[in-house]
């Protein structure tokens, strides 16, 4: 199920425009809109509560100097590739973000599954006021 909603996700990108109500029309329109009740029951809730809450808080806005906030963050909303890889690895040394610097350490979680990175990534990406799209498992598996 979660599949089919990472690809209606992709490919919604140009719909807005066009009209007509065909099925696949209202099927990417519906899934577009995420609403509030949508993200409470996104799979990659559990994930981030789970393992990134702690840190980066429950509302993604991170603690000011010490856990970088994932709201408007251009990483976060940035190319798969690079945000893949932090929560693989992690990452650690000094960077600037929003115009506040960091200098901690963010643990590897190459621990989780590809479809719990994926969950836990499209969920940050679709949540705290982010609009940028799914990450696929197969964009996972690639990378780990
Ligand atoms: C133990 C605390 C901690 C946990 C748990 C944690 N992070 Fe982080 N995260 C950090 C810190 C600290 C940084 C910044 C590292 C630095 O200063 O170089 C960071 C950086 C990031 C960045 C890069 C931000 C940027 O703009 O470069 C992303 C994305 C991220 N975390 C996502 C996640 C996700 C997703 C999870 C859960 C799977 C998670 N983090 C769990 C502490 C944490």
Do not use: W
């Not at 993200?39 to 970088?68: E, F, L, R, T």
Request: aromatic fraction near 4%.
């Amino acid at each position: 199920m979660s599949g089919l909603l990472a690809i209606t996700l992709i490919s919604c990108g140009s719909q807005t425009q066009q009209g007509g109500d065909s099925p696949e029309t209202q099927a990417m329109s519906g899934s577009a809109t995420m609403t509030v009740q949508d993200a409470q029951d996104h799979p990659g809730k559990k994930v981030y509560d789970n393992y990134c809450k702690a840190c980066h808080m429950s509302d993604g806005k991170g603690i000011k100097g010490m856990h970088p906030p994932l709201v408007n963050n251009a990483t976060v909303n940035g190319k798969p590739g690079k945000l893949i890889d932090i929560t693989l690895n992690g990452m650690m040394g000094k960077v600037t973000i929003d115009g506040v610097e960091y200098n901690g350490i963010m643990p590897p979680h190459n621990h989780l599954t590809d479809k719990q990175i994926a969950d836990v990534l499209t969920y940050v990406r679709q949540n705290f006021g982010n609009r940028s799209r799914a990450i696929t498992v197969d964009q996972v598996r690639k990378l780990r």
